[in-house]
């Protein structure tokens, strides 16, 4: 057992105990060390004034991602190299992306100019060359400029990431891998007593036990929603279990048939498996928060959090997917769809952790289509989340699995319309609009800040009509952007 958190920061390896569980990245940085290069914001993830890079090694890579240093607690950082905007200069030169920002004007407040320097360095490790316009918008999807405008950040973007990477960090990636591996072990880590405490199991038995031993822990994967509990609801969470370190947890498996993904795979990792089940996949998840939040935040941490207005839920519902999950030495695996009870009700016991999300692909004759409905193109949550699986057989629609959020207390099944819709000839534009009047039988949506109950009767309606429209082929042009259009950037 370890009883200290390791990192390392401004090239020194940290050893930290005796640490608050809930203290944040963005306090230890800026109350702890000075470092007040990173900015507070929103304090919520949503602004990217607190952008950090954490450089970790990820099936053996050395990768830099960028994330939100307020949301994230500092025992995530365990066994990563945080980086900010101090470390990027080198001898008085500045890094090619802060050089370029002045070049171009890129700032004027300076407020954002961190976080962006910080979302484009980890892009000047990462992204594809030459960088795009449409991947320069993904890049900086999580990061709020207020009085700059975004043109002069993309010219500074454009012409830093034209090249390959070329700065200090390019020329000592052996340096950087070596310390990382140092500090890569397989012990488990707890910090402080058994009634208040940060943990980090190793193994999923460690990880079960713990969990068995304190049901009343916060479990923490990527932390973008219980980060929040912590800066604005002020919650005082005394025991937290974070599950980034568990091995396996983080698997990604393929097989003829299904796709399985570990509880802690963050969205940015199953971005790609998911977008080769579907392009309309690879579009929800683009739009799925932003860059930052991607990074960390995970596929289960999404499922578990019961949200009824999540965006995985549904798709993966439409997918008939199936969550796997642990108790002490037994799991047990239900289909995604009976793991949602009530509005905050899961069917997940004390104790009890998510461990994998099985998700069937597409047979042949089967077609998929998923519709994210927000404010906002990025960093939105859904008003409404519509994503529906149709199995065709003859010109009709033989089975119909139709799942929505943001229509009711849940994520949801609309049964009565799937069981209209079978039967029903996709050249029958009559008959789907008599079996999508069932959709008022299936939900009663609620009216709140992001929608009225009447907005999102009529768009759930509409999401359903498009995608048979589309599957029929009966219209020519049904999206702004053609359906693969916007493929994952960079
Ligand atoms: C700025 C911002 C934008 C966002 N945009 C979106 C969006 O576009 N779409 C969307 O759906 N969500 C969005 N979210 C919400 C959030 O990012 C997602 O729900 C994310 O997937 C949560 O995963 P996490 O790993 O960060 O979970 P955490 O915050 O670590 O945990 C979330 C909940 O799940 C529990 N939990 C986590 N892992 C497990 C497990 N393995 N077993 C049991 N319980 C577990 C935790 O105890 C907690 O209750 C956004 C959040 C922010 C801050
Ligand atoms: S301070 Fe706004 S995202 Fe962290
Ligand atoms: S330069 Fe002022 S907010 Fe971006």
Redesign the pocket.
Known sequence: MRRTLRFIFRGQTVERDGFDPTLTLLEWLREEQRATGTKEGCN???CGACTVVLARLREGRLRYEPVNAC?LLLGQVDGAEVLTVEDLSAGGTLHPIQQAMVVHHGSQCGFCTPGIVMSLFAAYHEAERPLTRAAFDDILSGNLCRCTGYRPIADAALAALRGPAADAFANEPELRRTRLEVLQEGSDLFIGHEARFFAAPASIETMASLALRHPDA???????????WITKKLQDLGKIIW?GRVKGLDRIEESDALLTFG??VT?ERALHSLASLDPDLDRLMR????RQ?RA???L???I??G?PI???APALIALDASVEMRKGGLSRTMPLENFFLAYGRQA?EPGE???ALHIPKLKPGMAFRAFKISKRFD????AVMGAFRFRLEDGRIAEARLAYGGMAGTPARARATEQALEGVSLSDTHGWATALSNLEADFQPISDMRASAGYRAKVARAVLGKALLEIAGAAAETRIHPRGEVAHAG
């Open positions: 919520e993830g949503d949301i916060t479990l923490l994967a990527g932390g973008t929603d219980v980060g929040l599950l509880a802690t969205h739009r799925f928060g932003s939040v960390s935040g995970t289960g941490g999404n578990a959090n949200s999540g965006d995985l997940r952790v998510v461990t960093e939105d949550i859904s």
